[in-house]
Every structure is written in C-alpha cells, then in structure tokens.
C-alpha cells in the first residue's frame, strides 16, 4: 500500500492551498481518511478527517477554512485549504484507517505546507 500527498507549497497569508492524496495497493472500501500536520516542535495532530459513513470532522484551528472531501473506495483523499494563517504552517500527512482491524492503517510521506506573513 501507498499513499501519495501532494499539493504543498509556499502561500501568503489569506491565499489557498488544495492538498491531494492518492492511495493505491489495496481497496480502500470502509476506511476512515484523514489529513493530519506536524509543526516543527510539535507533536503531529488531526486536522480533518472523514467517517466510514462520509461525515466529516474538523479541529477548532481549522474548521470554517478547511474542507476535506474523498471517495475510499478510490483511494482519493483532498484538502482545501482556504484563508490560511502562518499557524497553518506544517508537514501535512495523509491517512487511511480501517477502524478495528489491527495493521490496516496507512500514511503518508507528507507534503510541506508553509505559510508567510
């Protein structure tokens, strides 16, 4: 199984960025996704992500200004990132889970998100 993030790259403050993740090796059917980032110094935390049964979730930080979408059984995973902030500044790493199921549970290399003020 692999999974390819891209979509990176330096944007001003305000400006947009859409994060792209490709799974392939498998069938993904009954995955969660999910899009999480590692600050230089902090721990790697969740950003969004997106049920078995499609809903999504978003952290405080983001919510109103992020927007993930995907279909698993594609291995197809998006972030849209929009209004971003210098805080938004990240290494941002993909996910894809099969909840329960011991060792079905995939990342990303991640995808360098910087953000200037």
């Known amino acids: 199984v692999q999974l390819q993030a891209s979509g990176g790259g330096l944007v001003q403050a305000g400006g947009s960025l859409k994060l792209s993740c490709a799974a392939s090796g498998s069938t993904f059917i009954s995955y969660t996704m999910a899009w999480y980032r590692q600050a230089p110094g902090n721990s790697r935390e969740s950003v969004a992500e997106?049920?078995?049964?499609?809903?999504?979730t978003y952290a405080g930080s983001v919510k109103g200004r992020f927007t993930i979408s995907g279909d698993s059984a594609k291995g197809a995973l998006v972030l849209q990132m929009n209004s971003l902030k210098p805080e938004d500044t990240a290494v941002y790493y993909c996910?894809?889970?099969?909840?329960?199921?011991?060792?079905?549970?995939?990342w990303g290399k991640g995808t360098q998100v910087t953000v200037s003020s």
């Open positions: 996910r894809f889970r099969k909840p329960y199921v011991y060792g079905m549970d995939y």
């Open positions: 997106i049920s078995v049964d499609g809903r999504p």
